[in-house]
């Protein structure tokens, strides 16, 4: 009914820069909040960075100065940037929409995760 799917994760080295986004599509009527997590190996999802309406954000301590998060409602995009990437944010991402697909359904849709990979 309702698919997000992320882009935009790669290799890169320290201090470089990558923009991940996330698009999602189906029976939408409104999103809420965005979101980004991330994963490493044995450990839980983290929050990194999530979006309210209208824009009001938020930011894990550790990214904040690096890390941009926006959101395009024309598109149910959300997107991520982050700059001056460090070894320690090597993660799987994940985006997450909270989203209204009806009057009285909402719920959280996941994308797959991207990879991001800070390694010279």
């Known amino acids: 009914q309702v698919q997000v799917v992320e882009s935009g994760g790669g290799l890169v080295q320290p201090g470089g820069s990558l923009r991940l986004s996330c698009v999602a599509s189906g029976n939408i009527l409104v999103t809420n909040n965005w979101a980004w997590f991330r994963q490493t190996p044995g450990q839980e999802r983290d929050l990194v960075a999530e979006?309210?309406?209208?824009?009001?954000?938020e930011y894990k301590e550790s990214v904040k100065g690096r890390f941009t998060i926006s959101r395009d409602d024309a598109k149910n995009a959300v997107y991520l940037e982050m700059n001056n990437l460090k070894p320690e944010d090597t993660a799987v991402y994940y985006c997450?929409?909270?989203?209204?697909?009806?009057?009285?359904?909402?719920?959280?849709?996941w994308g797959q995760g991207t990879q991001v990979t800070v390694s010279s």
């Open positions: 997450r929409g909270d989203i209204l697909t009806g009057p009285l359904e909402r719920q959280y849709y």
């Open positions: 979006i309210f309406r209208p824009t009001s954000t």
